[in-house]
């Protein structure tokens, strides 16, 4: 096996598929990238039995061939060369890496010892914009609970597409993230729930200037994203996702218009006195066109306030500061609508005049109250 590439284009490729190299499990395979040549390109792939990253570039090939190569050692050859080309001449097991400034003689392992990738075969294919998908992950992925002492199935963003439509969904356990986008489909309803470190992976893949769109293949138990010269293979999560339909509060007692940023810099005039945001709850009182933001904790005390178009009843009501600032963070837009039934009720965060986005935050019962 023989080739010679753009060192540059090849320690890019390397730093990218490394993220779906196993740092678990200590099996020396799957600890490496596998390298295959044809007749003109190469393709490097990184696998960790969940969740795989594959490339192709250019490359001049002598003799064609497949080898595994240790991603660290492989990557920390590849970003120490100089720009240029670096030569590849492998025979069996035994790699040499050549340059004009360098040589390395290291040991490869047959790729025949490499597991293969799942195939999706006859799933649906859909077509999304990058900038509109990287939108709706950052409005969404927030929400995603980060590990699985959460029901596992919520470590995953669900997608839901029917006809024209694409809404994906985060939740928590404590909140709820929804962003709904028109999009060009016509097949079958389905839905699937991706793991929130292949999304994490897509987004960095992403380039939201690109006019190119991602391609997305679901079969029933993986799922592929084509992202330009990439490729992203993941499992699916199974289980019962939340009824998010149920959890939505269908009418709201009290309607507040506010500016998103002065609702963000009230809440984070609080941050520091607050010792733990998961026991030292925000206090907001929403009345007479103004909220009113307060904690109290052993550092000390705050009040604050702010404008607000307040329409309906008095609602006093604690929130985990942190993720009320994820939530307004997200909207991203210059105006929101918080909609809230009482203390104990779940409160909704939208847009002033549409459904794109739908954020729900569960309160935190204060120390006051019965």
Known sequence: ??????????NTACS????????????PTIEGILIECGSDTLSLTGYDFEFGINTTLEARVSEPGAIVINAKILSDIIRKLPDGSVTFDISGTSVNIITDSAQYN???IDADDYPELPSVSGGYPLFLNQKMIQSMVAQTLFAVADNESAKPVHTGLKFEVSLNQLRLIGVDGFRLAIRTETVQYDGEDI????????IRELIKLINPESDENISISVGKRHI???VENYSIISRLLDGDFLDYNAAV????????????DDA???????LPVIENDKKNPIRCLFDNDEMRVSTVSSLGRVVGHTHANVSGDRVEIGF?????????HAADTDQVRIELNSSVSPAKVLPLNDDGFLFLVLPMRLKNEN
């Open 191 to 198: 839905s699937f729930i991706v793991p929130k470190k292949t």
């Open 249 to 260: 509060p269908k009418s709201a007692s009290t309607t507040v218009l506010i500016n998103t």
């Open 16 to 27: 990218n598929v490394m993220r779906a190299v196993s740092t678990k499990v200590t099996i």
């Open 320 to 328: 985990n500061s942190k993720f009320m600032l994820d939530a307004l």
């Open 106 to 108: 290291i040991m490869g």
């Open 224 to 226: 592929v994203f084509d």
């Open 1 to 10: 096996m023989n080739f010679t590439c753009n060192t540059k284009e090849l």
């Open 264 to 270: 963000i810099d009230c809440i984070e005039r609080a």
